[in-house]
Every structure is written in C-alpha cells, then in structure tokens.
C-alpha cells in the first residue's frame, strides 16, 4: 500500500471583534475525498450559523499533492499517526516520549484535541484491516467516524421523511443496472448517489460540495441520524453514520 502524506492544515483567520481567539478545542478532519473535505470546510466556514462557539477550531487536513486519490482508511489512519509523531515515515514506531516533537500540528494537546478519520464502510477490502484500525484508533486516541454504506447517507439525512426509503435498500446501495432502480438516471450511478443528486441538484459524487445546499438542513441530519446506527463500532454491520455525532461534539 502506497505511503499518504496530509498537508499541513490552511490557516484560517478565527478573529472577532475582540481580537484573536484562543482555540478551546482542536478537531483535525481527515477523510477519503473531495466530498467529504469540501463538506467540513463548510462546517468550519459557516461555524456561526451552526452555532460552534469561535474557540473550536476545526481543521480539514487535505493530502499531499499527487495523493488525491489514495483514500484507503488504513492509510488515513497512518498518515494521521505520523502527523501525530507517533510513527515515521517508513511505520516505525517512534518512543512516547519523542510525540511532542515528532508532531507535524502545532500546538496539537492530545488531551484536548480531536483527531477525526473519517471514512466509509464500503470501502473495497476494508474488512481485513477494520480490526487494525479500531486498535491502532482507540491506542492513539483518533476518532472513528464511519458510514454505513458511505457518506452519502449522512448527505441524504439532510432532507427531511428518510424513512420513506427502505433500510434494505440504503445499505445495499446498489447500481442502477439495466436502469431497474429509475429509468431516467445512468446505469452506473448508485442508489444513495441518485437520492442525494435528485435532493441536492447538481450533487456529483467524489467532487467539491455544493455546502450552501446543505448548511440549512444540518439540524435536520442530526436529528434523522439519531434513528439509525451512530455507534462507529455497530455501524460495521449496520445501517448508520457517526458524523452526526460529530457535529454535535464541535458544538459542545
């Protein structure tokens, strides 16, 4: 598996009227794509209509340029773990003591701050590796935040009457083939994608979001996400996301 590397987070200007703001909490967003970063940077542009106090700070850490593509959640997660200064760049382990100045974040406090992987649970072959990634996880403290079948599940969650769709059918989410889910729509198109762009017009998947279509629905998500799996650990077998429980802990 080739090695990822993630950019060092954009600086953002977290002023008021007052003055520079200390940040209270740190959230370091890591996921697969372009979908998932451009959603997160509309969280964190957008964090006085959704009622984030101004000392969260909430950072999208993009990969490396030329690594676009490499989108493995095992690689996030090692990525993640040489930003911390946990291991380096060949995976060796690197002694506890020698984090602080192995860590690639300024002033990242691993007590406070939130590492966030963000991924999807139908992500080829990921099975063998869940195991590994749970622990290594849960060892360095970094979030799991998953979706069962993908991310467009949470993105569906923004509009309102979910449950008219079939649970079966969300978490299957299978193609269009011979167009026998609608008859309009490309056959190599999924379930979860065609209710997302029919919602979301213009909605394509694995490009930058449109945010402006779902920052006034974000409630709404959180709410819908409740009655389906939120546990990141359950959600490996069932049908949910966790990253409506994100957003509530940046709200906090």
């Given at each position: 598996?080739?090695?990822?590397?993630?950019?060092?987070?954009k600086?953002?200007?977290?002023?008021?009227?007052?003055?520079t703001?200390?940040?209270?909490?740190?959230?370091?967003?890591?996921?697969?794509?372009?979908?998932?970063e451009?959603?997160f940077?509309?969280?964190?542009?957008?964090?006085?209509?959704?009622?984030?106090?101004?000392?969260?700070?909430?950072?999208?850490?993009?990969?490396?340029?030329?690594?676009?593509?490499?989108s493995?959640?095992?690689?996030?997660?090692?990525?993640?773990?040489?930003?911390?200064?946990?291991i380096?760049?060949?995976?060796n382990?690197i002694?506890?003591d020698?984090?602080k100045?192995?860590?690639?974040?300024d002033d990242?406090?691993?007590?406070?701050?939130?590492?966030?992987?963000?991924f999807?649970?139908?992500?080829?072959?990921?099975?063998?590796?869940?195991k590994?990634?749970?622990?290594?996880?849960a060892?360095?403290?970094?979030?799991?935040?998953?979706?069962?079948?993908?991310?467009?599940?949470?993105?569906?969650m923004?509009f309102?009457?979910?449950?008219?769709?079939?649970?079966?059918?969300l978490?299957?989410?299978?193609?269009?083939?011979?167009?026998?889910?609608?008859?309009?729509?490309?056959?190599?198109?999924?379930?979860?994608?065609?209710?997302?762009?029919?919602?979301a017009?213009?909605?394509?998947?694995g490009?930058?979001?449109?945010f402006?279509?779902?920052?006034?629905?974000?409630?709404?998500?959180?709410k819908?996400?409740?009655?389906?799996c939120?546990?990141?650990?359950?959600?490996v077998?069932?049908?949910?996301?966790?990253?409506?429980?994100?957003?509530?802990?940046?709200?906090?």
């Amino acid at each position: 598996m080739e090695k990822l590397n993630l950019r060092t987070p954009k600086i953002f200007d977290y002023t008021d009227e007052a003055g520079t703001v200390k940040p209270r909490i740190r959230f370091y967003c890591v996921s697969e794509g372009a979908t998932e970063e451009s959603y997160f940077y509309g969280v964190r542009n957008n964090k006085v209509e959704l009622n984030i106090k101004n000392d969260v700070y909430i950072e999208v850490v993009e990969k490396q340029e030329g690594q676009e593509t490499l989108s493995h959640p095992m690689q996030l997660v090692k990525a993640c773990l040489f930003q911390m200064g946990r291991i380096d760049l060949e995976g060796n382990h690197i002694p506890e003591d020698k984090w602080k100045e192995n860590c690639k974040w300024d002033d990242f406090d691993e007590k406070i701050d939130q590492v966030c992987v963000i991924f999807d649970r139908d992500y080829r072959k990921l099975t063998e590796a869940l195991k590994e990634i749970f622990s290594l996880c849960a060892q360095h403290g970094i979030k799991v935040v998953m979706s069962n079948p993908n991310f467009e599940l949470w993105l569906l969650m923004h509009f309102p009457n979910i449950k008219q769709y079939a649970p079966e059918m969300l978490l299957e989410n299978r193609k269009n083939l011979r167009h026998q889910l609608f008859s309009d729509v490309s056959t190599n198109k999924k379930y979860l994608e065609i209710l997302v762009s029919k919602n979301a017009d213009g909605y394509v998947k694995g490009s930058k979001l449109k945010f402006e279509k779902f920052l006034p629905l974000i409630d709404t998500a959180v709410k819908q996400a409740k009655t389906y799996c939120e546990d990141s650990y359950k959600i490996v077998n069932e049908l949910g996301t966790s990253v409506g429980r994100l957003i509530e802990e940046m709200k906090k």
